[in-house]
């Protein structure tokens, strides 16, 4: 179940999708790979602003700005995702990872595995300062976890975006611009698109 705060256009969302049983299968890069070519693909379909984003070993923080739907772009990437994690943990007979992601009951498309946990958490975010502070919160996760010493040494985040780096350095780009121009708006994020 997916539950959002608002509907309103422009506003950014602090989004947190959580692996099936905390199962730390985002430890492959592989599968956090399959996780940016969703965010990549979700995006000419249906445009949002990518602000922020880290990707841990068992869940994903995104700070996004969708022009129309969340609630349709949080459903898309995590179906994205989890169609080529499954497919690949299977194709390259990860049975551990698949036993660990197994459902006792089949899902609603008779799915014998789940990658992502049914519910997101979603917080709107309305002040310059929550913006930041979600930010900042994004970047550091891998550095409270313990899994780094410093968020440039973590490759699964938007960081580096930030910095100057050289196209193709990075996962994938952000938008500096986090918010819909009325040009933008009135074009349907086309001229957005990388």
Same mark, same amino acid.
């Given at each position: 179940?997916?539950?959002?705060?608002?509907?309103?256009?422009?506003?950014?969302?602090?989004?947190?999708?959580? +692996?099936?049983?905390?199962?730390?299968?985002?430890?492959?890069?592989?599968?956090?790979?399959?996780?940016? @070519? #969703?965010?990549?693909?979700?995006?000419?379909?249906?445009?949002?602003?990518?602000?922020?984003?880290?990707?841990? &070993?068992?869940?994903?923080?995104?700070?996004?700005?969708?022009?129309? @739907?969340?609630?349709?772009? #949080?459903?898309? /990437?995590?179906?994205?995702?989890?169609?080529?994690?499954?497919?690949?943990?299977? !194709?390259?007979?990860?049975?551990? +990872? /698949?036993?660990?992601?197994?459902?006792?009951? +089949?899902?609603?498309?008779?799915? +014998?595995?789940?990658?992502? !946990?049914?519910?997101?958490?979603?917080?709107? /975010?309305?002040?310059?300062?929550?913006?930041?502070?979600?930010?900042?919160?994004?970047?550091?996760? &891998?550095?409270?976890?313990?899994?780094?010493?410093?968020? #440039?040494?973590?490759?699964?985040?938007?960081?580096? #975006?930030?910095?100057?780096?050289? &196209?193709? @350095?990075?996962?994938?780009?952000?938008?500096?611009?986090?918010?819909?121009?009325?040009?933008?708006?009135? @074009?349907?994020?086309?001229?957005?698109?990388?």
């Amino acid at each position: 179940m997916m539950t959002f705060n608002s509907h309103e256009p422009n506003v950014l969302h602090y989004l947190t999708f959580v +692996s099936f049983q905390r199962v730390p299968v985002f430890k492959s890069d592989e599968i956090c790979q399959f996780f940016i @070519d #969703a965010i990549r693909d979700t995006r000419e379909k249906h445009p949002f602003k990518l602000v922020a984003y880290v990707i841990m &070993p068992d869940h994903v923080h995104l700070i996004v700005n969708p022009l129309r @739907d969340i609630e349709t772009i #949080a459903k898309e /990437l995590k179906g994205r995702s989890a169609h080529k994690a499954i497919k690949w943990l299977k !194709q390259e007979d990860h049975l551990t +990872s /698949l036993n660990k992601l197994k459902r006792r009951i +089949s899902g609603k498309r008779n799915h +014998s595995y789940s990658l992502w !946990q049914e519910k997101v958490k979603s917080v709107d /975010l309305k002040s310059e300062k929550f913006i930041q502070q979600k930010i900042n919160y994004v970047h550091m996760n &891998p550095v409270r976890a313990g899994l780094c010493d410093h968020p #440039a040494k973590w490759k699964w985040s938007s960081y580096h #975006a930030y910095l100057l780096h050289e &196209p193709g @350095d990075v996962p994938i780009e952000m938008d500096r611009h986090p918010f819909w121009t009325d040009e933008e708006l009135r @074009d349907g994020g086309r001229r957005l698109l990388p």
